[in-house]
């Protein structure tokens, strides 16, 4: 995942470290890099160079942001992963997520597997149970999310989850949408 810090505001992006089966995953995520990178954002990420996470800090290098990756030592050894801009190297990642989160106003999900879903649903159920408030994006590119949201909306339906749960995330599938509605999430807080 990564962080992106614009003016006082950061958000975290978490993403696949693959680049997965369409095009248009690996665009969508050199957009946001973009976008990000215009606004003057800061992007603190997973540390990862490869996948969507690779592409938006590569993307934020290309456009002149700046990029920090929290990398677990164990990827950097014996993985040989290398992050992109500055590295922070960590014991774990446990200590990457607390590093993430300790530093979010807001939280951003690109496509992605297991990982990415694990971050997603912390953070969600976390402002559930009102440990905080950041608002929650997905960047629902090529319909990726449609049947997360289509899930969530059944766990409404079914009695499992109230519909201001559900409410706690915002979805687009345009990169400069989602940036403004949360960026306007974070102002009104």
């Known amino acids: 995942y990564a962080v992106i810090c614009m003016a006082g505001c950061c958000f975290t992006?978490?993403?696949g470290s693959r680049l997965g089966a369409r095009p248009e995953y690996l665009t969508a995520a050199k957009e946001l890099g973009r976008v990000l990178a215009e606004r003057k954002c800061r992007l603190m990420y997973g540390g990862s160079s490869s996948g969507l996470l690779g592409a938006v800090a590569q993307a934020m290098l290309d456009h002149g942001g700046a990029v920090t990756g929290v990398i677990p030592k164990f990827f950097a050894?014996?993985?040989g992963h290398k992050a992109i801009g500055e590295e922070i190297l960590v014991d774990d990642l446990a200590a990457r997520k607390s590093i993430m989160v300790s530093k979010s106003d807001g939280f951003i999900a690109l496509p992605g597997g297991f990982g990415t879903f694990d971050e997603f649903f912390e953070v969600l159920v976390m402002c559930q149970l009102k440990l905080n408030n950041w608002p929650i994006g997905l960047l629902n590119t090529s319909n990726y999310y449609a049947n997360l949201v289509t899930l969530t909306n059944h766990a409404v339906d079914e009695g499992f989850a109230d519909q201001k749960h559900r409410n706690l995330f915002l979805v687009s599938d345009k990169a400069q949408q989602l940036v403004d509605m949360?960026?306007?999430?974070?102002?009104?807080?």
Do not use: R
């Open 13 to 15: 992006v978490f993403a």
């Open 77 to 79: 050894e014996e993985e």
């Open 182 to 189: 949360l960026i306007g999430k974070v102002q009104e807080k």
